[in-house]
T-cell receptor, first 114, second 113 residues
Framework: NAGVTQTPKFQVLKTGQSMTLQCAQD?????MSWYRQDPGMGLRLIHY???????DQGEVPNGYNVSRSTTEDFPLRLLSAAPSQTSVYFC?????????????FGPGTRLTVL | LAKTTQPISMDSYEGQEVNITCSHN???????ITWYQQFPSQGPRFIIQ???TKVTNEVASLFIPADRKSSTLSLPRVSLSDTAVYYC??????????????FGSGTRLSIRP
């Protein structure tokens, strides 16, 4: 099992550009989520999904879109990148219906917006 | 979601037992207590979860007093590889309350030789 994979590992964007961060898991987990982590800070929830076709907003959803067409994939789209979105982005998945319970995290994507 | 308070940082030495305490005075009846560990440049890793009394696994123990207003993560005989940030989360964690999930800044644990 590869677990949770994220691509790319690093990305530099210019203000106003759009891009998609990819996340995939091979554990057949129903629940997936995206977090961002700013330097020296904890993680903040952006969006989450409780299954294919079902998504909802987290704590900081503005500027981001998600979709869940399959159980395995949960891409995060930045619509128009801003310097405030410079952060490390983590995708996570879980098999149980409690977000805090044994989430498996990917290695992260380090995004810089100039 | 109950607010949690943890020490910003702690130092210890190899071979010692380390106890990290988390305060959560407003914990609700349905809330669970969960701890995560994060190494630099990696995503967090689940350590342990509990509701009351004591929970133990191969990595750590979690002590929760009867009033559940605090909890203590205990790491036995730490090594240099236990240097990491430790997060305490409290909540029922159901997806209906997902928008309130907050990791906070955690406790930065440094282990010295």
């Amino acid at each position: 099992n590869a677990g949770v994979t994220q691509t790319p590992k690093f990305q530099v964007l210019k203000t106003g550009q759009s891009m998609t961060l990819q996340c995939a898991q091979d554990m057949n987990h129903e629940y997936m989520s995206w977090y961002r982590q700013d330097p020296g800070m904890g993680l903040r929830l952006i969006h989450y999904s409780v299954g294919a076709g079902i998504t909802d907003q987290g704590e900081v959803p503005n500027g981001y879109n998600v979709s869940r067409s399959t159980t395995e994939d949960f891409p995060l789209r930045l619509l128009s990148a801003a310097p405030s979105q410079t952060s490390v982005y983590f995708c996570a998945s879980s098999s149980v219906a409690r977000l805090g319970y044994e989430q498996f995290f990917g290695p992260g994507t380090r995004l810089t917006v100039l | 979601l109950a607010k949690t308070t943890q020490p910003i940082s702690m130092d210890s030495y190899e071979g010692q037992e380390v106890n990290i305490t988390c305060s959560h005075n407003n914990i609700a009846t349905n809330d669970y207590i969960t701890w995560y560990q994060q190494f630099p440049s990696q995503g967090p890793r689940f350590i342990i979860q509990g509701y009351k009394t004591k929970v133990t696994n191969e990595v750590a123990s979690l002590f929760i007093p009867a009033d559940r207003k605090s909890s203590t993560l205990s790491l036995p005989r730490v090594s240099l590889s236990d240097t990491a940030v430790y997060y305490c989360l409290v909540g029922d964690m159901g997806y209906s309350s997902a928008s309130k999930i907050i990791f906070g800044s955690g406790t930065r644990l440094s282990i010295r030789p």
